[in-house]
């Protein structure tokens, strides 16, 4: 905790105090600077990134485990420091792109739901490598290949790339990377990430190193909640205890456990509580679907996606009976600028991209198909509050 935190923890601790300080520190998608029990996992990455303190680059490898575990906030974090630290040792050479010292590589961490194909892969590094902007419009992937290349021959062009979610629904494959990447050049190294086994892809496509990364254990997983909770939230706003039943319910989970803690604190700062209730932590971890969706992925959806979701997740019982009373009512809405037609077609690809589950009506009646609702997948409370600060 900062001293700006600290200062403000103090400000704020009185009867009309607000409970939730920072909604950064506690949201699910937002990973830490420094992040709390990876140390061991920490140390397996330098060991194998232990090859560019002597000015080389180290092999390809894929860094895998469950959901929650704190792969991505790892990785970024690593990125963020290595490409810190390593970019201003040395006398730099100063070319189009960042001031490097002429061996140490750069370092590029991208979101495969974002960058989800070979432009987008293309596109990413390069924005990852070059100071000036890169067009995204009116180019294509073998421009932006050649212009990689040509970066990569220079001397100052070695670059360790990070490409994190692969293999996930609507992200990209462990083949995809090895056809963009493996021709390109011998100064790029990448590093997959993703949670299916490795043992499951073919030894053509599966990097040489392989990192595991477990769920957390129930004792760093309480402290992954405390420190998040103890930036995040006002004083003695939830007690020990709670976490323990957060981390115990969690089972490993970070992002679901932050969920619950975001949610539970959510709804007491509606209610006016000064801290959490159990009814709080209830509703807050009842929010919270098991398997849930990533907040991450859900955020990543296009904005019409994401506004269609936000009046699903308000509706009452009844308007939400049915995919053709929801459809209804969402496009009834005045500030939703969509057909009927294009609602319903967007409300069947989330339920296909497993966003939301289609479960069918328990009050069915009559011959023919009995009607499905949806069912969100997600963590409802997080998505509509950040949903609702970003559209503020």
Not at 24 to 43: K, M, N
Not at 111 to 127: F, I, Q, T
């Amino acid at each position: 905790m900062d001293l700006k935190t600290r200062i403000r923890r103090r400000q704020r601790n009185g009867a009309d105090a607000p409970i939730i300080l920072e909604y950064d520190a506690i949201s699910p998608v937002v990973h830490v600077e420094e992040p709390t029990g990876r140390g061991p996992v920490l140390e397996r990455l330098l060991d194998y990134l232990d090859p560019v303190f002597d000015q080389r680059l180290p092999p390809n490898a894929y860094v895998w485990g469950p959901p929650g575990a704190g792969k991505s906030a790892v990785l970024t974090a690593l990125c963020s420091h290595l490409d810190r630290l390593l970019s201003h040792g040395g006398s730099a050479i100063h070319t189009t792109t960042r001031a490097q010292t002429g061996t140490a590589p750069v370092f590029v961490y991208i979101d495969a739901r974002r960058a989800n194909n070979e432009l987008g892969l293309y596109h990413a590094v390069l924005d990852g490598l070059l100071d000036e902007s890169v067009p995204k419009q009116g180019v294509g992937s073998d421009d932006l290949r050649d212009r990689l290349v040509a970066h990569l021959d220079t001397p100052a062009g070695d670059a360790v790339v990070t490409v994190d979610h692969v293999e996930e629904a609507d992200t990209v494959s462990l083949e995809l990377l090895t056809e963009c990447f493996d021709p390109v050049s011998d100064s790029l190294s990448w590093v997959a990430v993703g949670r299916e086994d490795p043992d499951s892809f073919d030894d053509a496509v599966r990097p040489p190193e392989r990192i595991e990364v477990p769920a957390y254990e129930r004792h760093t997983l309480v402290d992954v909640l405390t420190a998040r909770a103890s930036d995040g939230l006002a004083r003695q706003a939830i007690e020990h205890e709670q976490v323990r039943r957060l981390a115990d319910w969690a089972q490993g989970d970070a992002h679901d456990a932050l969920a619950g803690l975001f949610g539970a604190a959510d709804v007491a700062s509606d209610a006016g509580h000064d801290r959490i209730r159990e009814r709080d932590l209830e509703a807050g971890m009842g929010a919270v679907p098991r398997p849930s969706v990533s907040m991450g992925r859900v955020l990543t959806l296009p904005a019409n996606r994401q506004h269609v979701l936000r009046k699903l997740v308000d509706l009452d019982e009844d308007a939400a009976e049915s995919v053709g009373s929801a459809t209804e009512a969402i496009a009834a809405s005045p500030d939703v600028d969509l057909s009927a037609a294009t609602v319903k077609r967007f409300l069947y690809e989330l339920a296909e991209a497993g966003i939301t589950e289609r479960v069918t009506s328990e009050h069915a009646g009559g011959a023919g198909r009995p009607p499905s609702r949806l069912e969100p997948r997600f963590p409802t409370l997080v998505f509509r509050r950040l949903y609702d600060l970003r559209a503020d």
